[in-house]
């Protein structure tokens, strides 16, 4: 099997200490050298100074590494020609050799094959706006649905259609816990107009939710949202005014299928003059101290 797993994850998993895993999508494709590499080793730290061993997930020249070291992260960081690796990738870039960078769905595959039962990111994919003639809804979701990991966010990307993803998810089963807070959050922003159908306030509280999930043997994921702080959020009004305008020159273009994140996500960034990336960063720290908690405490 073309997995290998870190000594030190595996002797944290063998040892039942609490691990997180981590994705390489932001490495490979969410964020801009050096800055990239910046942000995966410092919530990596946050992981660690809560109690917890980070296991940052990638594939290199073919070999799925669950607990990327310092040179491999740096390696896909500059790394041409990576692959966003989601379920129907894995068989091509393990096959071909490839370098590999893993999504929320892949990250959350490989998890699952290591015993790694937490895994943080910024924020899902979901239900594109204007699906209904397009059908784009992400592989996420499927996944979110099928494989038992808890995933840890700051809700869905707010350039996604978050109503119909909430709706997507409750038909599918999945628990969508909204960490102190009574509103949904939208990723960038503490508020999208969506109540929170579970609120939960602290990380022992989710983890005993999680906890009896499993001794219910119930399959599939627990999604636990947790809003950016305040002081470092863009609210939400304004951010649908940047995304609007983003969406328009997505479709002026005819971008479709997986590069319409990609290409949104930039666009959205040079819009807004680099604040979307300054949360990004702000969030996934803050969701890496929370998931690390709630780990501790499974």
């Known amino acids: 099997m073309n997995i ?4 030190i994850v595996k002797r944290a998993l063998d040892e039942g200490k609490p691990v997180v895993a981590l994705e390489s999508t932001i490495i490979s494709h969410g964020m801009p050298y050096p800055k990239n590499v ?18 940052t997930i ?13 040179d491999e992260i740096e390696y896909l960081a500059k790394a041409k020609g990576v692959v966003k690796v989601s379920r129907r990738d894995f068989p091509y870039v393990v096959s071909k050799k490839l370098d590999g960078a893993t999504t929320v769905a892949g990250t959350m595959i490989v998890a699952d094959m290591a015993g790694i039962k937490t895994f943080v990111t910024g924020g899902i994919g979901g239900v594109h706006r204007g699906a209904g003639e397009s059908f784009d809804v992400s592989a996420d979701l499927e996944e979110l649905k099928n494989t038992d990991v808890t995933v840890v966010c700051a809700g869905v990307k707010s350039i996604l259609d978050i109503s119909a993803t909430l709706e997507y998810l409750e038909t599918a089963g999945v628990g969508v816990i909204t960490y102190g807070s009574d509103e949904f959050p939208a990723f960038y922003s503490r508020k999208s107009g969506n109540k929170a159908e579970l609120r939960m306030d602290n990380p022992e509280e989710i983890a005993e939710f999680i906890n009896i999930k499993r001794e219910l043997n119930l399959k599939g994921a627990t999604l636990v949202a947790v809003p950016i702080k305040a002081e470092d959020e863009i609210p939400f009004e304004e951010m649908d005014i940047v995304i609007r305008k983003a969406l328009g020159e997505c479709i002026d273009l005819g971008i479709n299928g997986k590069r319409i994140t ?7 960034k040079s819009l807004t003059e680099g604040k979307s990336l300054d949360a990004n960063i702000k969030l996934i720290l803050n969701n890496a101290m929370v998931g ?7």
Do not use: H
């Not at 594939?59 to 799925?64: A, F, M, Q, S, V």
């Not at 990609?262 to 959205?268: Q, R, W």
């Open 262 to 268: 990609p290409f949104l996500l930039d666009k959205v």
């Open 58 to 70: 990638g594939i290199i020249k073919g070999e799925i590494v669950v607990g990327l070291s310092y």
């Open 4 to 7: 290998r797993i870190n000594e």
């Open 38 to 55: 910046e942000t995966a080793l410092a919530v990596e730290d946050v992981i660690k100074k809560e109690g917890a061993v980070p296991a």
């Open 292 to 298: 690390a908690q709630i780990a501790c405490n499974i």
